[in-house]
């Protein structure tokens, strides 16, 4: 490839806007140019390390066995299950297929048991760590959402949130938080009593005198079809997104104190005894916090000693608290601290699909699916945020776009165009691909984008090195050129790629 001919160029600098520093690079370098809402286009170069990714990791698809699919970037995964699997014998059965511009790779296997998932969870975490080694890539994991497992790379100007502690991280969605247990105590009997001007658990707990871990908190949502009736422990926060996900609805609004009276509790001193037609979705604190303090549904009133599930029967039960930075880490070691990244990847838990399958008895069964997903665009930003420079990019060579930067100086003049086309046949010869500069630029200007692009080989071929019938050549790390006999280009070729 010619730079002239190259689509994107270098840059000076990067836009105002761009604030993260690897990001800056890749824009600098002709890697990444921004479109709308925070995404981005891979340009060629970019691309091609892209393409020596995925012919990287299809060598290890196929020892997987699996089979690429292709035609649509939403894919309903779990359809095509059903209608295409009817018997163990086609079991395990695994396929993979590419969205987001091609940039992230889908990986799924259907099993027979969850053994024979948790097994396959553990091949394709090889298969993943094996890439990131491969793609130069040390990433950080984190819990996410369902028991998923995420690999991620601190990136402080990006959107992924990550709180962690020393021994613990999570995405912000799936992160849980320590909630110190309460005094076990036997069950004590209902007791109604008048709390006046207390409907907030600040209030309430300062006139029992009790603290507010001794409370139920209430909050009411509406989905436009169901009530739901939210309670938490009164020191702790309730985060909206769990609770869509613990009841598989898309929306929630707070419920109107119409709503609310429809089900029988009232604003403000609501319980969920007695109440009728919502969906009661109980935080585990709850269940494990004996006597607490509950709205009577009374206006002016609470109940002492409310236990689940003696006092009332919750639809679900579950995590439903907000996890904050400063709240202490789940196992009760280390508080919680935000970082931002970038995700690499993700690798579900095993899951059953609603797709069936005959078993060897003839037995109608779930097919279990166990998933892995890998954002091939940010493992390559995650790349430059590793190996890089104050001059720019410093690629490994298992991925870097072109392996040769070759630096033509007067490239117009016939005897250097004669040592360049040798040149270029020795790296063909040895399997090497290169980026020809052949601007009309001073040698400066493309030295200093030869460092910026990072190429992990810098050839110079001008003038002078011609007339000593040799050319320049250095690594991006070294120092310093050395000179090599034009004769013995391809042999010290060899001797760096091992040969």
């Not at 009411?220 to 422990?233: K, L, M, N, P």
């Not at 029967?313 to 789940?330: E, F, H, M, Q, S």
């Amino acid at each position: 490839m010619r730079y002239s001919q190259l689509f994107a160029k270098t840059k000076r600098d990067a836009p105002a806007d761009i604030t993260d520093e690897t990001l800056r690079l890749a824009f600098r370098a002709g890697l990444i140019r921004p479109l709308e809402r925070g995404q981005f286009i891979y340009l060629p170069l970019a691309a091609n390390v892209i393409a020596q990714m995925l012919a990287m990791l299809r060598g290890d698809l196929r020892e997987l066995g699996a089979q690429e699919i292709r035609g649509t970037p939403q894919l309903d995964f779990q359809a095509l299950a059903a209608a295409e699997l009817y018997s163990y014998k086609h079991m395990p059965a695994r396929v993979y297929w590419r969205s987001g511009g091609v940039t992230r790779l889908h990986l799924v296997s259907l099993e027979t048991s969850f053994d024979t998932a948790n097994e396959t969870v553990q091949a394709f975490e090889k298969t993943a760590r094996d890439f990131f080694e491969y793609a130069g890539v040390e990433p950080q994991v984190a819990r996410d959402v369902g028991d998923a497992r995420m690999w991620y790379a601190i990136a402080p100007q990006l959107n992924l949130e990550i709180l962690k502690s020393d021994s613990y991280a999570a995405t912000r969605a799936a992160a849980t938080l320590f909630k110190a247990p309460a005094p076990q105590e036997p069950p004590l009997p209902l007791e109604q009593v008048e709390t006046p001007h207390c409907d907030t658990i600040e209030a309430l707990a300062r006139f029992l005198n009790v603290p507010a871990s001794r409370t139920a908190k209430a909050l009411f949502y509406s989905t436009g079809e169901q009530i739901i009736f939210a309670v938490i422990r009164g020191d702790l926060q309730i985060d909206e997104e769990k609770i869509k996900r613990a009841l598989g609805v898309q929306t929630l609004r707070w419920a109107t104190d119409d709503e609310i009276a429809r089900v029988g509790a009232t604003p403000g001193y609501a319980s969920p005894i007695h109440t009728r037609g919502a969906i009661i979705i109980v935080d585990d604190s709850i269940v494990n916090s004996p006597n607490l303090v509950a709205g009577a549904n009374k206006a002016g009133y609470h109940i002492l000693n409310t236990n689940v599930p003696r006092d009332y029967k919750p639809n679900v039960v579950t995590d439903i608290a907000l996890a904050r930075v400063g709240d202490t880490a789940p196992m009760g070691n280390g508080t919680l601290e935000l970082v931002r990244g970038v995700a690499l990847g993700t690798l579900s838990a095993p899951r059953a699909l609603d797709a069936n399958f005959l078993d060897v008895n003839g037995k109608t069964q779930k097919q279990i699916a166990v998933s892995m997903e890998l954002n091939l665009g940010a493992i390559l930003l995650a790349h430059l945020a590793a190996h890089h420079d104050d001059k720019g990019i410093v690629w490994s060579r298992s991925i870097a776009p072109y392996d040769a930067y070759i630096v033509a100086l007067n490239a117009d003049k016939p005897e250097v165009a004669d040592a360049l086309e040798k040149v270029d046949d020795a790296l063909t010869l040895a399997g090497l691909e290169s980026l020809i500069d052949d601007r009309n630029e001073s040698a400066g200007v493309k030295f200093n984008d030869a460092d910026l692009i990072g190429l992990p080989l810098r050839i110079t071929i001008g003038p002078k090195t011609v007339a000593q019938g040799a050319v320049e050549i250095k690594t991006r790390t070294e120092p310093s050129a050395r000179v090599v006999a034009l004769e013995a280009v391809g042999d010290e070729l060899n001797k760096w790629i091992g040969i």
